[in-house]
């Protein structure tokens, strides 16, 4: 009996050294890997970069900006490994982003639907004015769920909201972390004489900016090779440009923010009536020639207008890689009858292959947009 009840014991404590052993394995991980949890975190630098490996010398990936917002799928030391929109991954030194599930925001359109569920075709709750104040709790596909200061609650689209990210920003002092501040700060341009200056990131932070997609409604514009319409194209693109300007503190107004008709003379006036600082209007080409390729832009009033379209006719073609045609003069209504600087972008030829596949490609929207916004950086520097 006396046997038996050792063999037990034995038995006992063999098991619990083997539970006690897998404790401390697990606690041994966890410093090094986090919770895998779906939780995300908020940039509240200017500019931040995203490396290839959670190491401060590791290859530079990305850039992203104060206010964006992203998916956290693991964390390493002082590293968060986040999800990019394109879907590839990267790691942020979590000393530049806020890990507050709450974030606060400013509605951004003169009207905003709020809707049950984050869709469309979801039932409109109530809506809010311009200015509005709300709370963000999460955030989905495009969508964010809010609670305004009034007590209203549901879904919006984030592309109508400002996110209020003005946290302070300390950079660590331990050589081992993220480092470089002064890439986070400036950007590098070059002036009219050839020499090298620095581009404050703050210079478009309350500006406003009318951003107008081509077309809409009835008025398709032109097709595309594959059968796209321009319209739907210059949508997409004014919609990604939007986003990245509101992360970086403009002011923006879309002209039509759907598949809507919007008169040439609503659009202009829209530009006057805010005293845009800026407006860009939206569009895709097509020619008879199969052969004729790359981007333009144009202005009307050379001395208003002339270097805004050259800023930002630069700055599109090195993010997108498309040939450079140039910036031309043309007598084009939402250009003739705008009291604002203002520029009418054509995105590539849409008859051409190899634009028109650049153009369809679901990344070209986001390199549109980080060249308007560098345009608009240099323009406004």
């Known amino acids: 009996m006396t046997k038996i009840k050792n063999l037990n014991l034995i038995k006992g404590l063999a098991i619990l050294s083997v539970i006690v052993f897998m404790f401390l394995v697990f606690q041994k991980m966890l410093p090094a890997y986090a919770n895998m949890s779906a939780s995300q975190v908020t940039v509240i630098a200017s500019e931040l970069n995203v490396r290839e490996n959670a190491d401060s010398s590791s290859k530079i990936i990305s850039l992203v900006h104060r206010g964006e917002t992203f998916e956290v799928i693991q964390t390493k030391n002082s590293w968060d490994q986040i999800k990019l929109p394109n879907n590839q991954t990267g790691w942020v030194h979590n000393a530049y982003v806020s890990s507050n599930n709450n974030i606060e925001a400013t509605v951004k359109a003169p009207v905003l639907n709020v809707r049950e569920q984050p869709s469309l075709t979801s039932p409109i709750v109530t809506t809010l004015k311009m200015g509005a104040n709300i709370t963000v709790s999460e955030e989905q596909a495009g969508w964010a769920k809010i609670v305004s200061s009034s007590g209203a609650h549901g879904w919006v689209s984030t592309y109508y909201i400002s996110k209020n990210t003005q946290q302070s920003v300390s950079a660590p002092t331990n050589q081992a972390t993220e480092k470089n501040k002064s890439p986070e700060e400036t950007r590098p341009s070059v002036n009219s004489g050839g020499q090298a200056k620095k581009t404050s990131v703050q210079a478009l932070k309350g500006k406003t900016i009318v951003l107008d997609p081509g077309h809409g409604g009835v008025d398709i514009g032109t097709t595309s090779i594959i059968g796209t319409h321009e319209k739907d194209l210059t949508l997409a693109t004014a919609q990604a440009v939007e986003q990245k ?48 390729s790359g981007l333009t832009d144009f202005y009307y009033n050379k001395s208003k207008d002339s270097s805004l379209a050259a800023a930002v006719l630069n700055e599109v073609v090195n993010t997108t890689g498309l040939k450079n045609i140039g910036t031309k003069f043309d007598d084009l209504y939402v250009l ?46």
């Open 245 to 292: 300007l509101i992360n970086a503190g403009v002011n923006v107004i879309m002209t039509r923010e759907n598949d809507t008709f919007i008169s040439l003379k609503q659009r202009s006036d829209l530009s006057n009536q805010m005293h845009a600082d800026a407006f860009i209007s939206f569009h895709y080409n097509w020619s008879n020639d199969p052969a004729v």
């Open 336 to 381: 003739r009858n705008n009291s604002q600087p203002s520029v009418l972008i054509e995105l590539g030829f849409l008859s051409n292959k190899e634009d028109d596949s650049a153009a369809e490609n679901a990344a070209y929207n986001d390199k549109v947009a980080q060249g308007v916004y560098l345009g608009l950086l240099d323009y406004f520097s």
